[in-house]
């Protein structure tokens, strides 16, 4: 919940820079308690972290909302992380970055 509170303050203060153009950031930076460089961050265009896909995602958004619509069982963590596997294997094998030999997967360097 405090993050949610002090992502309010931060748009408070963008409002308050865009609506006042005598304020200063630093000023808004005090008045709304915020850090000054989180404002200068996102007056430059930079997002929020939370909305920044993680940089060792291995599924797509469509990949992991299809594991997640399977209905028809209950499925256990291993359940998930063997079908998150399997895609990314099938994946890799689709665009060449492995291939199988005897059975097992020889990733390509």
Do not use: W
């Not at 000054?36 to 940089?55: F, K, S």
């Not at 256990?76 to 094998?93: G, P, Q, S, T």
Request: aromatic share 4%.
């Amino acid at each position: 919940m405090p993050s949610t509170l002090n992502e309010a303050r931060v748009i408070l203060a963008l409002e308050a820079i865009q609506n006042d153009k005598d304020l200063s950031i630093r000023a808004a930076a005090k008045i709304y308690g915020v850090p000054v460089t989180t404002i200068r961050r996102r007056l430059a265009g930079r997002p929020i972290r939370r909305d920044i896909p993680a940089n060792l995602r291995s599924l797509t958004d469509l990949e992991e909302q299809t594991i997640l619509s399977i209905r028809a069982f209950s499925p256990r963590l291993y359940n998930v992380k063997d079908m998150a596997n399997h895609l990314v294997f099938y994946k890799e094998l689709e665009e060449g970055a492995c291939k199988i030999v005897d059975g097992n997967m020889i990733l390509l360097a």
